[in-house]
Nanobody
Framework: HVQLVESGGGSVQTGGSLRLSCATSSNPDSRYCLAWFRQAPGKEREGVGAIGGDASQFYADSVKGRFTIYRDNAKNTLDLQMNSLKPEDTAMYYC???????????????????WGQGTQVTVS
């Protein structure tokens, strides 16, 4: 079992920045895909971005150029740097873990094995 704990959420004005962090209990062997998802009230959960053990990254079109994922296997952490935030970025953000070295462009938004409890981001 892998535990994931998010932190760093909060309230920010439009155009501002936030950095989310996710601490994982996974083995530091990098053989897994890590991702960020978000869910706004009344909407389905959507993938924000993912990073594989090979450091390949995938992002939702809505956040490309604004959000960046960072992964530190030695520290077992996953960060999400969010810049130029918009009100539509308001959501609960979750980190997720999936077994397997690669995230794959065609499947990075599904099949995750473990999830964190989430951290709220509000942009006004």
């Amino acid at each position: 079992h892998v535990q994931l704990v998010e932190s760093g959420g909060g309230s920010v004005q439009t155009g501002g920045s936030l950095r989310l962090s996710c601490a994982t209990s996974s083995n530091p062997d990098s053989r897994y895909c890590l991702a960020w998802f978000r869910q706004a009230p009344g909407k389905e959960r959507e993938g924000v971005g993912a990073i594989g053990g090979d450091a390949s990254q995938f992002y939702a079109d809505s956040v490309k150029g604004r959000f960046t994922i960072y992964r530190d296997n030695a520290k077992n952490t996953l960060d999400l740097q969010m810049n130029s935030l918009k009100p539509e970025d308001t959501a609960m953000y979750y980190c997720a873990f999936r077994h397997g070295y690669y995230c794959y462009s065609e499947s990075w938004t599904r099949g995750y094995d473990y999830w964190g409890q989430g951290t709220q981001v509000t942009v006004s």
